[in-house]
Each structure stands twice: as C-alpha cells, then as structure tokens.
C-alpha cells in the first residue's frame, strides 16, 4: 500500500502540482478513505518526504545506464549529464519536489537512505575519479569542487528550462531549438573540465 500511495501521489503532483496533492485526492485515486492513508503516512509532508527518497532512486536509475557504459571519462560525464537533464525535463514534477522545494532533512535520514540520496552526486564524483586517474582532465582542477559545479550548473539549466525561463520568447535569449541548446551546455559544461 506504501508504494501505492507513493506512486498515486507522484501521478498526482505531476498532473496537478503540490498544491493539488491532497490526502483525501490520493485517497480518492487509490479508492480508499482518507483514514486508510494515515496508516501508512501521518501527513503529505510525510509522503512528500518518502517521494525526496524515491524520487532519487529513479534519478539515479536514469543516469545509471551512462556508468555502466564502456566509454571514456569525457563520454561518460557527457552522458551522466545528458541523462540528468532528460529525467529533469521528463519529471518536471518530481525534479522540483527533489531540487526546489524543502531539502531531505538529512538528520532525521538513517545512514542507508543518505547513501541512496547521495547516488547520483557520487556517480559524478566517481566520474570525475576516473578521469583524473585516466589522465584527461585538466591539471588545476579540484575534482569534489568541479563535481559540485557540474551539478549545480546543470541545475541550473533545468531549473530554468523547467520554470520556462528559457523560452522562444525571451528578450535576451530567445531559444527556438531546446536540444541545440541542452548539446552546447552539455559539450561546454564538460570540455570545461578536460586537458
């Protein structure tokens, strides 16, 4: 019933936004009554928490298939990235409950779900491990910092293509062709880092 509710409410948020998440909506989906929810949750903010948790295991699940590649350390950051993106454009929803809204209270985490909600950022930082041992990126960088600075400006672009702040119609950066724009972020973003 937990993983029921879990993926009635993703469908929900995803159709509705959060605001349109409601115990007694879910509820509804699942044919239930609200009551029966309250065995399994005590509030939406307890299943927006589980969602956080959940919603990184299908993150990572989307960027894995890029580390299980055979390909070099500069293929593989560009596919790591590429495969951030697309599970951020996919799960417009999902992406801002994980990256925008309310952090994972990490205090509150047992050690096991830290490890899971730390898997994609160590799947770039084992990335950006291979590539130093493999010679190709540049001598200067610090690799936890420039993993982070991968992240964060990835975020960013999905942030902004999320919210629609990157659009046809903007003044000082009007976009006609989105993919375009994901190749050249993406092919500067990690050329940035190589020799």
């Not at 509705?16 to 509030?43: C, D, K, N, P």
């Not at 540049?138 to 990157?166: I, K, M, P, T």
């Amino acid at each position: 019933m937990r993983e029921a509710i879990i993926q009635t409410s993703l469908e929900l948020g995803s159709q509705l936004g959060e605001e349109g998440l409601t115990m007694r909506g879910i509820a509804s989906r699942l044919g239930v009554s609200a009551t029966a929810l309250y065995q399994h949750f005590e509030s939406k903010a307890s299943i927006l928490r589980e969602i956080r948790v959940y919603g990184i295991d299908l993150m990572y699940d989307a960027i894995s298939p890029a580390l299980e590649d055979q390909v070099g350390p500069v293929d593989k950051m560009r596919q790591i990235t590429r495969r951030y993106i697309n599970f951020a454009r996919e799960n417009k929803w999902l992406y801002s409950v994980l990256m925008e809204h309310d952090q994972l209270e990490w205090a509150e985490l047992t050690p096991e779900d830290i490890s899971r909600s730390l898997r994609p950022l160590n799947a770039v930082r084992e990335a950006m491990a291979h590539g130093r041992q493999a010679g190709v990126w540049r001598d200067d960088l610090n690799d936890e910092l420039a993993a982070f600075q991968l992240w964060a400006s990835v975020h960013g672009l999905c942030s902004l293509l999320n919210n629609g702040r990157f659009n046809e119609k903007h003044p000082a950066f009007p976009i006609t062709d989105e993919r375009s724009l994901i190749d050249v972020f993406i092919e500067g973003s990690v050329r940035a880092l190589a020799k």
